[in-house]
């Protein structure tokens, strides 16, 4: 069976600059994948193109193994929750996930839409105006909206952006849920990398219009391909070419290692990260216990690492 | 103590500007009602009304002017409204300055060049000047208010709406008449009553582009008030200030939703 997604070398040059830049990547049927980057990174411009949004201009699309790439949005079987969700503000909630099922010409559109509205808990909103609805609740309706149409590909634009702290999290499990639930493969974008490295199967981190390294979570937070995915997820210390992670990186109040003096110490509720100004100059960041030894600011330190802790890049 | 005499004097400043701006209508519509053929009080009487409804040159008039303005007013919606939508989809700019061009054009100046351009038409075509052309040239000149107003009302409107009305599956024509088109009809209304009131009020370009079978009201009142102020004159205007506060305040109301 071929891949729900294939994307071959696709490219989007704009007058001034190339937005993305010879973009592979083949999507499994009912995975949960994420492209991350920082903002400018093309992922957006990406997803775009495979919504059919945005013309490539170079490259190939194919969904189930069959050429998308010049076809317009709405001759494709995929569908995209926008970042500001898109709620037509003229239609009530329930009319909102009927308006696919309507274009589709599909039958019992009422029913249908009824119960993608219980699917995400909103059955008493059904007449309500995008404008009286919160902003988790957009979410959940503009996420029914797309999910009603079964589409062989859901396209996720950072949904989670503009929601407040608490109710991300919760959305976060939400979508996790829901993705399992319906079996529909997601296509994820984000910039926040805990976000996704808690949520995708596989992960693609993309920086400058390319894609820097594709693979599961783990595989990119312990064995990074490039400096750029190291730095990216989770933070890195820094030793000559060498990188350690916080929690590989031990800290003591007496040699040997690398010297230095503590520069702060942040409380992170599980462990506390000591900020560390090297002797050479750098900065870096060692990860204790709660209940280890404690240091205090200006105290002189040392620092140090196992082998095996190390990451390498050319 | 002296807000309280700053207040006043804010107060007495407004009535002031506002008797200024409405006294003129206010004896217009006062006089209306006099029983008086001079502009002297006898008595309240609905005698000049009923000389109007009588007149046939002024039935004639109104029924023209009903007719340009819907024919002219709906045409330049339709058109103004397609204009704008195109202007907002290509981010036409050049073309919106253009627009503002048409509004502070000298009606006499548009005018002249209509009837020029009509002229100038009438040696092929074998037609002359009548209601038709009044229509066009009304069509031309509410095209620029139509396509502004409609212009104001896009640019809040958010574009990613018509991506996920196509990315539900409906054509870019689906999108425009089932989510744009709902989302603009307070504006477009709105449009079209300020094109309808432009039409009806104008006399300029009117005058010079009507035949002899197609007197507009405000032409035939024109006429009648050059051959001294008659109450019948007062009574008309009455009615046309009346009906035209009405529309304008529906307009307003429109355009604030």
Redesign the interface.
């Known amino acids: 069976m071929p891949p729900v997604l294939e994307l071959r070398e696709v490219s989007k040059a704009f007058p001034n600059h190339r937005a993305v830049d010879r973009v592979s990547l083949a999507l499994e049927r009912g995975g949960f994948y994420s492209l991350l980057g920082p903002s400018g990174c093309g992922k957006t411009t990406t997803l775009r193109m495979i919504g059919g949004f945005e013309e490539p201009t170079g490259g190939e699309i194919l969904l189930n193994g069959r050429d998308v790439t010049r076809l317009k949005p709405w001759q494709r079987d995929v569908s995209t929750v926008f970042q500001n969700y898109a709620l037509f503000p003229h239609l009530s909630a329930l009319r909102n996930i009927e308006f696919g099922l309507r274009e589709h010409g599909r039958p019992d559109t009422t029913k249908r839409a009824l119960e993608a509205l219980e699917l995400v808990r909103l059955g008493a909103k059904r007449d309500s105006l995008p404008a009286q609805l919160s902003g988790g609740e957009k979410q959940r309706v503009a996420l029914a909206r797309s999910l009603v149409l079964e589409p062989q590909l859901l396209l996720l634009d950072e949904p989670l952006a503009a929601l407040d702290p608490q109710l991300r999290k919760q959305m976060r499990a939400e979508l996790k849920a829901m993705q399992r639930q319906t079996g529909i493969t997601f296509l994820f974008v984000t910039h926040d990398q805990e976000e996704a490295l808690s949520l995708s199967d596989q992960v693609a981190v993309m920086n400058g219009g390319r894609i820097e390294q594709t693979g599961t979570p783990e595989d990119l937070y312990l064995r990074p391909a490039t400096r750029f995915v190291a730095g990216f997820l989770g933070e890195m210390n820094w030793f000559g070419g060498v990188g350690v992670r916080p929690e590989s990186t031990r800290i003591s109040g007496s040699g040997p290692g690398l010297p230095g003096t503590v520069e702060s110490l942040l409380f992170l509720g599980n462990c506390l990260h000591v900020h560390v100004r090297l002797a050479d100059g750098g900065h870096a960041v060692a990860e204790t216990p709660r209940d280890g030894q404690r240091f205090a600011e200006g105290e002189a330190v040392w620092l140090s690492w196992d082998a095996a802790g190390e990451l390498r890049f050319e | 103590m002296r807000s309280t005499w700053r207040n006043h004097g804010a107060a007495i400043y407004a009535a002031c500007a506002l008797a200024f701006l409405h006294a003129p209508l206010a004896i217009l519509i006062l006089f209306s009602f006099n029983a008086s053929r001079f502009t002297v009080w006898e008595g309240f009487s609905l005698r000049w009304y009923r000389v109007a409804l009588e007149d046939p040159q002024l039935a004639e008039g109104l029924l023209n002017s009903l007719v340009i303005a819907g024919v002219s007013g709906v045409l330049s919606t339709v058109i103004g409204t397609l204009a704008a939508y195109a202007m907002w989809r290509r981010g036409a700019r050049v073309l919106s300055g253009m627009l503002y061009l048409s509004l502070v054009t000298p009606e006499i100046v548009t005018g002249v060049s209509l009837l020029a351009l009509f002229e100038g038409a009438f040696r092929f075509l074998q037609l002359r000047l009548g209601l038709h052309t009044v229509i066009i040239a009304h069509v031309a000149f509410s095209i620029a208010y139509v396509t502004i107003v409609i212009s104001a009302r896009l640019r809040s409107y958010?574009r990613?709406?018509e991506?996920?009305?196509?990315?539900?599956?409906?054509?870019?024509w689906?999108a425009f008449a089932?989510?744009t088109l709902?989302?603009l009809a307070p504006g477009i209304a709105a449009a079209g009553l300020l094109a309808l009131v432009v039409s009806f009020d104008d006399y300029v370009i009117t005058s010079l582009v009507a035949g002899v079978d197609s007197q507009t009201l405000p032409m035939v009142i024109y006429a009648m008030a050059r051959r001294g102020v008659s109450p019948v004159v007062n009574a008309v205007s009455a009615f046309i200030v009346v009906a035209f506060g009405v529309v304008i305040l529906l307009s307003e109301r429109l355009q604030r939703r």
Do not use: K, Q, Y
């Open positions: 958010d990613t709406l991506e996920a009305a196509m990315d539900l599956g409906a054509s870019e689906g089932r989510v709902p989302n």
